[in-house]
């Protein structure tokens, strides 16, 4: 981004690149629908275009660029009054494609109920929970995004975790496994993070 | 493991909710076609390198500098009479002061392209008025009459002046930073109005001897009060992303 605010031209592909894969995952869950998805990734996108010559050299990308794709989001939103969706339940991980339809059928029930108190959550915890665990987005990136500091971002997100783990021991009355550390940092590999990049 | 197949499957699905059992969420692919439908968009539309944006921002600085100071000498320039030299330094100075910090705080974006957080605008937004009109008080209450009542002068004429002084920088700052603050717009353009109403304050502190203090609320923090409704409701506008329909642009973040 730096290349490109910079006057390279050719640096924008690179741009596309490392950013229109979870720009597009994102959008593809907000929207559940691909036309759409692809519709304001092309928008951001463009709006990160047009706002190059005011790129702050050393700034962190993917915040901006999430930031300007959530703004578009809800505009479209808005305007075409569409429920916003905040978990797919067509695009969520199906651990259980290879096994009998009755243990489908019990997955799919359970992804509702954690995508049902996924929702239910405070927003700020959701978003928070959303845009490190589904997004993808480090804590720094997250916390720049949302405009509070990384300890915020990692209290909201542990308290989503604590209420979805909620509901898996309710469900199946004793503590699950690997349950102990939802506090650990959740550095995204291979983020596009800093403006060289 | 003798984990009950349905346990171990929301253990499985949560894990991979909360990317605990993966290195990095799954993404998804765009079309192969939405690359080229980009690039050639992006090709189409020319768009500011960071020189020409530092060139154009550096004209629109010029024209926000210029035009208020030709302004203010225009309506006579400093009036220091009544007031002592010393006192006219420490008001004007305490002023420019704050205006320079405010002005450094809301024209600047630090090192976020999403600019300051919106709380610390709102307290910019809040503090500059308050900060202004204590180092306008506090050095006049060590000067005997300074604050004394001055019938004919009620403060409309420093509105006035207010007025006149504020609208081409409040453009200035807002042209030079269009489009750039998708998450909180109004909020920038808040406080970018109460820093340029810092600003005019200064020149107005300058041009005003009066420090009779329904007189500073009328003539001196009115107008800093005005240049921040402004700064929001055109910052909503005009930094906020162009091209979104309007009538709904509430702040983003969240």
């Keep these: 981004m730096e290349r490109y605010a910079a006057g390279d031209d050719l640096a924008f592909a690179n741009v596309y ?3 229109a894969p979870r720009l597009y995952t994102y959008l593809l869950r907000q929207t559940r629908d691909a036309g759409a998805a ?16 005011s790129f702050i050299a050393g700034s962190l990308v993917l915040p901006w660029a999430f930031a300007i794709a959530r703004r578009l989001f809800i505009d479209r939103v808005r305007h075409t009054r569409r429920e916003l969706g905040t978990m797919c339940d067509a695009e969520a991980p199906d651990p259980v494609s290879t096994e009998t339809a009755e243990q489908a059928v019990e997955a799919q029930q359970l992804a509702a109920r954690l995508s049902d108190e996924l929702r239910r959550l405070p927003e700020s915890q959701r978003v928070a929970f959303e845009l490190l665990r589904m997004d993808g987005l480090s804590h720094v990136e997250a916390a720049e995004l949302l405009g509070v500091t990384v300890n ?9 975790y604590v209420a979805l783990q909620t509901v898996v021991e309710a469900l199946f009355g004793t503590k699950s496994e690997e349950s102990q550390e939802p506090h650990a940092p959740c550095e995204t590999p291979g983020g596009l993070s800093r403006s060289d990049e | 493991m003798n984990e009950p197949p349905a346990r171990s499957r929301a253990n499985a699905l949560l894990h991979t909710m909360t990317g605990h059992s993966e290195p990095s ?3 998804s692919c765009p079309p192969a076609d939405l690359r080229r439908r980009v690039l050639a968009a992006v090709e189409g539309e020319p768009s500011r390198t960071r020189r020409q944006q530092q060139v154009r921002n550096a004209a629109l600085t010029l024209f926000g500098g210029v035009v208020p100071l030709v302004l203010f000498f225009w309506k006579g320039g400093l009036r220091q009479d009544p007031r002592p030299d010393v006192l006219v330094l420490e008001t004007a100075g305490g002023a ?36 202004l009109l204590l180092l306008k008080i506090g050095p006049s209450a060590q000067f005997p009459g300074m604050m004394a009542s001055w019938a004919e002068r009620r403060g409309f004429r420093c509105l006035w ?28 353009g808040a406080a970018m109005g109460a820093a340029v109403g810092a600003c005019v304050w200064v020149l107005v502190d300058l041009w005003c001897p009066v420090a009779y203090i329904p007189h500073l609320f009328i003539g001196h923090v009115l107008p800093v009060v005005l240049t921040t409704v402004v700064g929001a409701f055109f910052g909503t506008r005009i930094l906020d992303l162009p091209g979104l329909r309007r009538g709904n642009a509430r702040e983003s973040r969240g």
């Design chain 2, 161 to 188: 002046l207010g007025v006149l002084l504020a609208p081409a920088p409040l453009l200035a700052v807002l042209l030079s930073r269009r489009g750039t603050s998708p998450a909180h717009p109004t909020a920038a």
């Design chain 1, 17 to 19: 690149d490392a950013i």
């Design chain 2, 25 to 27: 969420p799954p993404l």
């Design chain 2, 96 to 131: 420019a002061c704050a205006a320079f910090v405010a002005g450094v705080l809301a024209f600047s974006r630090g090192r976020s392209m999403l600019g300051r957080r919106r709380a610390s605008l709102l307290v910019l937004t809040v503090a500059a008025p308050v900060a």
């Design chain 1, 152 to 160: 915020a971002v990692k209290l909201r997100a542990h308290r989503a």
């Design chain 1, 38 to 53: 692809e519709d304001l990734v092309q928008q951001t996108l463009l709006q990160m275009h047009r706002a190059r010559g």
